[in-house]
């Protein structure tokens, strides 16, 4: 079991840049994979980037299209947090940001593929 908490959110102007931390306790964090997803009003739950363990200090990530040159998505174990950089930041970036982990590493794009959650940061990007 692991239990997760973001932070970070907020509210920025169109091309800032928050920091969103995902901290997790509970078991053994580095054999999680963790991905972001966001939800807007309205509209689906939306995957944003995965971060994956595939062996000693080598990580995967994945990253959706729409945030690739903008997001950067990072995990220090020893503090046993994930951190989404989200630089550019636009209006239709607004939206509640979820951490969550699966235990496995397939399937991190789909939300229903994944066992524990965190209850979200709201980020509000103004125009």
């Known amino acids: 079991q692991v239990q997760l908490v973001e932070s970070g959110g907020g509210l920025v102007q169109a091309g800032g840049s928050l920091r969103l931390s995902c901290a997790a306790s509970?078991?053994?964090?580095?054999?999680?994979?963790i991905s972001w997803f966001r939800q807007a009003p309205g509209k689906e739950r939306e995957f944003l980037v995965c971060?994956?363990?595939?062996?000693?200090?080598?990580?995967?990530?994945d990253y959706v299209d729409s945030v690739k040159d903008r997001f950067t998505i990072s995990r220090d174990n020893a503090k046993n947090t994930v951190y989404l950089q989200m630089n550019s930041l636009k209006p239709e970036d607004t939206a509640v940001y979820y951490c969550?982990?699966?235990?496995?590493?397939?399937?991190?794009?789909?939300?229903?593929?994944?066992?524990?959650w965190g209850r979200g940061t709201l980020v509000t990007v103004s125009s």
């Open positions: 969550a982990a699966a235990d496995g590493s397939r399937g991190l794009r789909t939300w229903k593929n994944m066992n524990y």
């Open positions: 971060i994956t363990w595939s062996g000693t200090n080598t990580y995967y990530t």
């Open positions: 509970g078991r053994t964090f580095n054999s999680y994979s």
